[in-house]
């Protein structure tokens, strides 16, 4: 794993700084709150993405997509709408409990579904890829607890959990396939 002074801090983009912030009081919080695990679980894996040690712009981007350019065709737009529109709004909507299954059954889908990427592309290529130990350490697990719980709740409504976890394999399978063909039509 790269250390602070092997690569200069390039965020793309300012709220990766706002999330990595926000990291450590939304952690402690999570120990009273168990309901912000999730956001903690994203923060630090966004945290580990985009601010330190950073670098997952380029490799998404050259290593996973193919692309010559470090930050096409996944962009800084795309990377705020992506981690902060859905997951930051996906992370929160726990808070609201079994009445907001459905975008929880799509956050912890799509938790899964990333961590399966990054473990994946590391077991592949042998080596460590940006977000990889925040995958393995906290997205994999929140995802498979947070659906475990879901499941065995009585409140929670069949019909909006399967719709979240469709939500959630369509969102996390269909990432790539849309990328590249934005990378394909460039």
């Known amino acids: 794993m790269p250390g602070a ?3 200069s801090l390039n965020t ?3 709220w990766p700084v706002v999330g990595a912030a926000a990291l450590v009081p939304v952690t402690a919080a999570s120990i009273r709150e168990p309901r912000l695990r ?3 679980a994203l923060l630090s894996h966004q945290t580990e993405e985009w601010v330190w040690p950073g670098g997952f712009l380029p490799w998404i981007n050259r290593e996973v997509l193919g692309s010559s350019d470090d930050e096409f065709p996944i962009d800084r737009v795309s990377g705020l709408i992506i981690n902060v529109g859905f997951g930051w709004l996906l992370s929160l909507s726990v808070l609201a409990g079994p009445k907001a299954a459905a975008p929880q059954a799509m956050l912890f889908t799509s938790h899964i579904g990333n961590a399966a990427l990054h473990i994946g ?3 592949r290529n042998r080596k460590y890829d940006p977000g990889l130990a925040s995958a393995a350490l ?6 498979v607890l947070g659906l475990r719980s879901l499941v065995r709740d009585p409140a929670v409504k ?9 939500a959630g ?4 399978a269909g990432m790539a396939p849309f990328f590249k063909t934005r990378l ?3």
């Not at 906290?138 to 995802?143: C, K, N, S, T």
């Not at 394999?169 to 996390?172: D, L, M």
């Open 5 to 7: 002074s092997d690569r």
């Open 12 to 14: 793309h983009g300012k």
């Open 38 to 40: 999730p956001l903690a």
């Open 121 to 123: 592309w590391a077991a």
């Open 138 to 143: 906290a997205l994999l697990p929140v995802g």
């Open 158 to 166: 069949r019909g909006q959990l399967t719709a979240g976890i469709a």
């Open 169 to 172: 394999v369509a969102f996390a």
């Open 184 to 186: 394909r039509r460039s």
